[in-house]
């Protein structure tokens, strides 16, 4: 009740109840009087003095009762009674009285107006008893005589329409009010529609034959044009949905557009019209089937109704649009992961066999940086597009970047439906793109579970069809949930044993090809489990990438290589560099540059002898912000390898630009410097690259004095593999440098 407060609404009330016409019954009920006398004669004159009397527009009914027990009897029964006109002295003195008494509190009349009438002049009730009982008038039996009995009747009838107005709109208030808190709770707007008819039936005892529409198109040629029936119910349901314009009856279709066109509400014969203004243009209309004539209060009510309808229903818009934010991607207006999740549990709910599928863009990020960000947008709204086209009886949302999420009955979507959308290329900025997409898949199953955990089991899915091959699909499997099950406990332990100082490094010497004399090291962790079992680094390093604990490992690993080469460069006369992985994570943090400030300068390190090991893939995302932070680090003097070399797609134009100092070839060449049919065109190739490139070359892997003579044939200066060493902790890298020494010497 914000537009009219309940005071306002009973002075209005009142006004019209003095207007003549206000009132409950229609005009030609008569108002129901009941007098009571033990006297034949007192009824008659009554009757005489009341025949083809109106009293404010309407005839008097007369009622008769002789005794109490009588009157009681027939004012349980009778409905309506108005007045009673009352002899205070019947079968004992305290007859009278002892009615009044009943008549308010065991039959609870309390609107019913009283008239005491007595015939004994000076003959007076108690002035409590007139109070307490809500006595409206004392008369002598003669001074009731036409014109009295006409006036002092008009006076209580007035009294008691007015209460009953007052009453009636009381309760109506409350009803409004109560619809209007049942509408702002509506979910959306369909709902908040239909409510307004059944409320409206509801609160004026209606049947809920109607129907509401609203403007859903701006077009408006013509009135009523762009208007859809947005709810519809009893006998007009089946125009749920039309455009008004086609609604089979024309005469509500008339009425309806007449209310459009007046914006006001129409009360017509058989129908209420109603108009609900929102905000911005978001009007509604309501017809309803008129089943039953309303009185002047009832008209009254509904004209607050409708007002307080206005509020909700910008209210409700508001809301719409709230869950509109909270549903629906902003960028591609498409709906959200939560709203997918909700759609997962629809499905659930209704019993479908459906299946949810995540939809990855391949390489997202590389064709970003090719066509451009706003063009890369535009790419992923017209997958958006095409994905609801071709399957238009699935839910289509986006999950995050470059994932799209679909949940739809099973057959329409399998792997070879979903990957054939993308077999044909999209048009961007007048470009071709084609593209293509890794798919996680998962069969709901009947095991109750939410949206949320179906979409879990699918991301596990993708996650596992992305590390296998790029464009292919897997469905989830009970392992794969273990698997990662597992990662989870191990990623557990493994912050454990980062806190209890149970990692540890590990150094694999570097040396020349041609006399095998150590030229460096490379830093390699090593995690030991409380139970003594080593965890390989190629397990838990991913591990640690994904959940971020590699910032801080590999601040960790920095200093604890830094502080190692001091030490190894205080005993051994070998001029040794340090070679630190970097993983991607690490590399991409903005803290990276200042973390490795701070690690040098506090272990006292030559930057000159720090080269950090960045993998091929590093260095091709994000190629702009990459170049800037390679050539930083090369500022500081400290130099940068190329990891597993070879196994990456590095174009060699932007490998020449990058500020790197070595290739590391990768093992994989190296295990086929081996045997008959030893290959040595790749490793020979990537030497020859690097001459030409001015940059130093390095092999991976020598595991066999066969592969190291290829090596020295390909002009490869320097190598690293267990043919030398392998990695090694401290106590054994010192005495197999010292070995070193005496054989060099
Ligand atoms: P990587 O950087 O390519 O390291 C070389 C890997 O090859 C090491 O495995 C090393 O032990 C192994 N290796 C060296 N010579 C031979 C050989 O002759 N034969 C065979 N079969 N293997 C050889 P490791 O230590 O298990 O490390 C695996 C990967 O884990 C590393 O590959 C690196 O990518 C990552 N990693 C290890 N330590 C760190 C670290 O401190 N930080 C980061 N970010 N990554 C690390
Ligand atoms: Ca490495
Ligand atoms: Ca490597």
Redesign the pocket.
């Known amino acids: 009740m914000s537009e009219h407060s309940e005071d306002e609404l009973l002075t209005f009330l009142e006004d019209d109840v003095d207007s003549q016409t206000g009132h409950l019954s229609n005009k030609s009920d008569p108002w129901r009087v009941l007098s009571v006398d033990d006297d034949e004669d007192v009824h008659v004159t009554t009757q005489l003095a009341l025949d083809r009397v109106e009293i404010l527009g309407k005839p008097v009914e007369l009622l008769k009762a002789y005794t109490a027990e009588e009157a009681l009897d027939v004012l349980g029964k009778e409905k309506g009674i108005a007045v009673v006109l009352l002899d205070v002295v019947m079968e004992d003195d305290h007859a009278g009285l002892d009615i009044v008494d009943k008549i308010r509190n065991e039959l609870g009349l309390v609107d019913l107006r009283i008239v005491l009438r007595t015939g004994q002049p000076g003959y007076a009730p108690e002035l409590e008893a007139i109070r307490d009982y809500d006595i409206n008038d004392y008369r002598n039996k003669s001074e009731l005589t036409h014109t009295k009995l006409y006036t002092t009747l008009t006076s209580v009838i007035r009294s008691y329409s007015q209460i009953r107005a007052l009453e009636a709109s009381r309760k109506g208030l409350e009803l409004i009010t109560q619809s209007s808190g049942k509408l702002i709770n509506s979910k959306g707007f369909d709902e908040f529609s239909l409510g307004i008819i059944k409320q409206l039936s509801e609160l004026l005892g209606l049947s809920d034959d109607g129907i509401v529409c609203t403007r859903t198109s701006s077009d408006d040629a013509d009135i009523g044009m762009g208007y859809t029936i947005v709810a519809a119910s009893g006998r007009y349901r089946s125009a749920i949905n039309k455009p008004l314009n086609e609604l089979q009856q024309p005469t509500v279709m008339q009425a309806l557009k007449n209310c459009i066109e007046q914006q006001q509400n129409l009360l017509l014969d058989n129908a209420i019209v109603l108009y609900f203004s929102g905000q911005s243009g978001n009007d509604l209309v309501a017809f309803l089937d008129q089943t039953r004539k309303l009185d002047d209060t009832e008209k009254r009510l509904l004209d607050v109704f409708c007002s307080n309808i206005s509020v909700c229903l910008n209210n409700v818009l508001m809301l719409s649009k709230l869950h509109h934010y909270a549903y629906f991607d902003s960028l591609l207006d498409i709906p959200n992961r939560l709203a997918f999740v909700n759609r997962i549990d629809e499905y659930k709910s209704k019993g479908i066999d459906a299946s949810v599928v995540l939809v990855d863009v391949d390489q997202f990020s590389a064709i970003n940086d090719t066509i451009g960000i706003t063009n890369g947008d535009f790419l992923l709204g017209a997958v958006a597009l095409r994905l609801g086209e071709v399957l238009d009886d699935s839910f289509v949302a986006r999950i995050s970047g470059d994932v799209f999420g679909l949940v739809g009955e099973r057959e329409a979507l399998t792997p070879d439906t979903v990957r054939g959308i993308f077999y044909s290329p999209f048009s961007i900025a007048d470009q071709e793109q084609l593209i293509s997409v890794t798919l996680g898949m998962y069969d709901l199953d009947e095991k109750v579970e939410s949206g949320q955990e179906a979409l879990k089991k699918a991301n596990i899915a993708l996650k596992k069809a992305k590390e296998s091959l790029r464009g292919s699909h897997c469905y989830f499997t009970r392992a794969m949930e273990m698997e990662t099950e597992t990662r989870v406990r191990l990623l557990h332990n493994l912050r454990k044993a980062f806190d209890h100082d149970r990692l540890f490094m590990v150094y694999?010497p570097q040396v020349t090809v041609p006399d095998g004399r150590p030229v460096g090291v490379?830093?390699?962790?090593r995690w030991r489990t409380e139970k003594g079992e080593m965890v390989?680094?190629?397990r838990f390093?991913p591990l640690a990438e994904s959940s971020g604990l590699?910032i801080h490992l590999?601040e960790w690993?920095l200093r604890t290589a830094m502080l190692q080469l001091q030490r190894l460069q205080s005993q051994t006369s070998f001029k040794l560099r340090m070679g630190?992985?970097?993983?991607m994570a690490?590399f991409r943090h903005p803290e990276f540059l200042n973390v490795l400030d701070r690690a040098i300068a506090e272990t006292g390190v030559d930057p000159h002898d720090i080269e950090l090991?960045v993998t091929e893939s590093v260095a091709m995302i994000d190629r702009v912000a990459v170049s800037k932070t390679l050539s930083s680090i090369a500022k500081r003097g400290i130099k940068i390898a190329i990891?597993?070399f070879g196994t990456g797609f590095s174009s060699l134009s932007y490998l020449e630009r990058l500020e790197v100092h070595r290739l590391k070839i990768d093992?994989s060449f190296i295990d086929k410097l081996q045997g008959d049919s030893a290959d040595p065109r790749l490793p020979e190739m990537i030497v020859n690259l690097a001459k030409d490139l001015d940059l130093d070359v390095i092999a991976?892997?020598?595991?066999t004095e066969e592969q190291a003579a290829w090596l020295k044939r390909i002009n490869c200066d320097e190598a690293?593999?267990?043919?030398y060493a392998r990695?090694l902790e401290e106590t054994w890298l010192l005495e197999w440098l010292r070995e070193q020494e005496q054989r060099l010497a």
């Open positions: 694999q490379e830093a390699l962790l390989p680094p190629d390093i590699i590999g690993v630190i992985n970097v993983s690490q090991e990891d597993d093992k991976e892997g020598v595991e690293q593999g267990y043919l990695p």
